[in-house]
Structures are given as C-alpha cells and as structure tokens.
C-alpha cells in the first residue's frame, strides 16, 4: 500500500493569505509541467498573520516534489 504524504510551506505575516493561495498556482503548475500525479492542492489559514499552502502525494513521488521545491515540512496525509 502507499502512503500519502502532504508537503507543505508555511508563509507568515499580513499577505500570508494571498501568498499560499498564489503558491498552489505554481504547485499545480510544476506537477503539470513534470507529468506527476498528485490529489490535492490547496491552503489553509491557520491564523491572520500564518497560512500554508500544500500538496498531497503519493510517498514514491514526494523526492522529485522535494527536492524540485523545497517544502518547509511534510506530514502523513
């Protein structure tokens, strides 16, 4: 069975909002581009001043995604 994986950046201050939901752009933008798959991409706002954007994947995809992008964190999905 593979697992998921959910990568995520987090992005802190006033424009936290708008800059992870301008970060999911160019989450789906790269998977197109690569020809990965993956389930989801959204952000979440976990406060005013922090919000995340993230993409979930399937563990066998998650080094391309990494290494390509750089996500301050993962976690199971």
């Known amino acids: 069975m ?3 994986l959910k990568l995520i950046w987090d992005f802190r201050g006033p424009a936290s909002q708008k800059t992870a939901e301008h970060h999911c752009i160019h989450l789906k933008e790269f998977a197109t581009i ?6 989801e991409v959204d952000f ?3 406060s005013e001043m922090h919000a995340i954007a ?4 399937d ?6 995604y990494r290494d390509a992008l750089k996500p301050h964190r993962g976690q199971l999905a």
């Open 34 to 39: 690569e020809k990965l798959h993956f389930y």
């Open 59 to 64: 563990e066998i995809d998650m080094k391309t």
């Open 2 to 4: 593979n697992r998921k």
């Open 44 to 46: 979440k706002i976990l």
């Open 54 to 57: 993230f993409i979930t994947v």
